[in-house]
């Protein structure tokens, strides 16, 4: 029995590919068991951990840091498995491309020199604490060189203590010619010593009649000081007469200052006022002190170049 095949036409159809469909990670896992090729091997071949090998055959691109690192880790087992890379990175997420920018703060900015910032970067400079303290510094020494403080200083700066004298007169004697000796109290810095000047030193020409004298002194506290700048004679109670600069301050019983000045060379100063005065010189070795027209010796109360004493 002759059997007759006839040939049947029929459309082959071809196997799909499993990896089509796949992802990049499952593409990875499948390629390496197909090798046979533990993930622990793998990791210490790649000298990555295992834990983002799982990650990346478990497409958890969530885990890994980047785009970057997953595209070339894929990149780098494909290598090591000896497979082709593209497909793998096909099916990967892709990185971003740059973007340029066309405003003005893109690759279209003109260039602007670096002195147009030049106002803005001095006054921050100019701003910093330590600068502005250097300038403070600068300034207090300006002042202290262009307006210095005069003779008024020195005398504040002397002693609490300075040398006092009290000047005051004596009972009117019978006989009208007779001069009456004044009694002086002096006190030392470093100890009280009561000290009587004699006649020659301190001498005061009164009338024989004492309320006349008194009367004639309580009338002259009214009259303001009389200043002679050149050395000719002048009136009053006590006369000043500078050798030098020199600065001097009397003060009456009512707290009415009479005359507070810095006397110039060769400068006469006569005042006069209510009893007692209170006289302060500033330069005691360069002023001459007359008390009622007597010359007054300061260098023996003098502290410090600094005398100190009051006229009753």
Do not use: Y
Request: with cysteine; proline share 7%; hydrophobic share 45%.
């Amino acid at each position: 029995m002759n059997e007759r095949f006839l040939p049947v036409s029929e459309d082959v159809i071809p196997a799909p590919d499993p990896m089509v469909h796949m992802s990049g990670g499952a593409m990875l896992r499948m390629a390496r068991e197909a090798q046979g090729l533990h993930i622990d091997a793998l990791a210490v071949g790649l000298k990555v951990p295992v834990s983002k090998l799982e990650a990346l055959e478990a497409d958890r691109f969530d885990l890994l840091p980047d785009t970057v690192f997953v595209r070339a880790l894929a990149a780098s087992i494909c290598r090591t498995l000896k497979i082709d890379a593209a497909p793998v990175l096909e099916q990967l997420p892709r990185t971003a491309a740059p973007l340029l920018k066309t405003d003005e703060s893109g690759i279209n900015t003109p260039f602007r020199p670096s002195g147009d910032g030049l106002g803005l970067s001095s006054w921050h400079q100019l701003s910093r604490p330590f600068v502005l303290a250097v300038l403070a510094l600068l300034l207090g020494i300006a002042v202290l060189v262009f307006f210095p403080f005069g003779q008024q200083t020195e005398v504040a700066s002397a002693p609490e203590n300075a040398s006092t004298v009290s000047a005051q007169p004596l009972s009117a004697p019978a006989s009208p010619d007779t001069e009456d000796s004044v009694s002086v109290e002096a006190t030392a810095p470093s100890s009280a010593t009561n000290f009587a000047l004699s006649g020659s030193e301190v001498a005061v020409a009164q009338n024989s009649n004492t309320a006349a004298a008194s009367d004639a002194l309580q009338g002259a506290a009214s009259s303001p000081p009389v200043i002679v700048p050149g050395s000719g004679a002048t009136t009053g109670m006590l006369i000043f007469k500078a050798r030098g600069s020199s600065w001097i301050e009397v003060v009456d019983s009512n707290r009415v200052v009479q005359v507070r000045k810095t006397l110039s060379d060769l400068e006469v100063v006569g005042v006069s006022g209510a009893l007692p005065l209170s006289v302060v010189v500033g330069r005691a070795d360069a002023t001459e002190v007359q008390v009622r027209g007597k010359p007054f010796d300061l260098t023996g109360i003098a502290k410090n170049n600094v005398a100190r004493f009051e006229v009753k």
